[in-house]
C-alpha cells in the first residue's frame, strides 16, 4: 500500500506555494527535521531538512517535499526520459478546466492543451504533463468516459 510519495525541492516555500495551488490545500505539516535518525535511515553522516507534508485525494497517501539543508543539495537534470526519473500523476475531473485554472498562474505545462489518449488502457481519457519549479514532471490524467483504465486487453 502507497504510504508517500517524496520529492528534493530547492525552495520549500515556493513548492509550498506551488504545490497549494496545484492540489488546491495547504500543506497538513511543515517541520524542520534536524534529528539524525533521519540521517541513518537515508543513509547520510548528518542531515538537517526543511520539510511540507501535503494529503493526496482523500487523504490516504502523502506528498513529501524536502528541502535538504545538510548535506547540501545539487541540482540534476530533471528531463522526464532520464533513467530513474519520475513523475507524479494525479487524477482530475475535467482536465480543460484545471489547464485553465492552472495557466494563467504561470504554470510551466509541456503541451498546448489536454491531449485525448488514442489508445491502451486509458483510452478516450486525457492527459498532458507540467513541471513544478524545479523541474519535476506532474501528470494531469482526465479518466476515460468509461471511468478507469481498462488493462483486460490490449487496445494499442
Known sequence: VLDHIGFS?????????????LLKRE???RRFYPEQYVARVVGYDKIMMDAAFFE????????ELLEYRVPPAAKIDMETYNVGNGHLCLTVDDLKEEFNRLRPHGVAFRS???????????????????????????????????GGPDFSGDKG
Open 9 to 21: 525541492v530547492s525552495d520549500l516555500d515556493q513548492s509550498i506555494t506551488f504545490y497549494s495551488l
Open 27 to 29: 500543506p497538513v505539516l
Open 56 to 63: 493526496i485525494g482523500s487523504g490516504e497517501t502523502i506528498l
Open 112 to 146: 498546448q492543451e489536454p491531449v485525448t489518449i488514442p489508445i491502451g488502457p486509458y483510452t478516450g481519457g486525457k492527459a498532458c504533463y507540467l513541471r513544478d519549479p524545479d523541474g519535476i514532471s506532474i501528470e494531469l490524467l482526465e479518466a476515460p468516459p468509461s
